[in-house]
């Protein structure tokens, strides 16, 4: 078992354990695989949620560009929301965690087929 299946055991269990979601494992390998390198690095694998100009990143960098979202107030607030259900004292907010919680909150799935 390689390094990113690995990782992809962790994010599963993080989405069952603190999100008390049971992910599409299909789906989460697949928003996994996307993030690319970031994963393996300690700072870019995870989402620094108090940082403005990180949740600015997710939006403009992820929903808008790989989701193609359109820019709204909407968007902040689920970044907002995926955060919550994840835990804000929750001290490692893994990217892919947070990029499947809101591919699934728009109903993007499509988007990784």
């Known amino acids: 078992m390689g390094k990113r299946d690995l990782l992809i055991i962790q994010y599963a269990d993080d989405l069952k354990s603190k999100c008390g979601i049971t992910p599409d494992m ?3 390998k697949k928003v996994t695989i996307a993030c690319g390198p970031s994963i393996y690095n ?22 808008i560009k790989k989701l ?11 970044i907002n929301s995926a955060v919550d259900t994840y835990g804000r004292s929750e001290r490692n ?14 109903g993007k799935e499509t988007v990784y087929t």
Request: hydrophobic fraction near 45%.
């Open 42 to 63: 300690a700072d870019s694998a995870t989402v620094a949620a108090s940082d403005r100009s990180e949740l600015e990143t997710v939006k403009n960098n992820f929903l």
């Open 93 to 106: 907010k893994f990217r892919p965690v947070i990029y499947y919680l809101l591919v699934k909150h728009f």
């Open 26 to 28: 299909d789906l989460l």
């Open 68 to 78: 193609g979202l359109s820019d709204g107030p909407e968007l902040l607030t689920a």
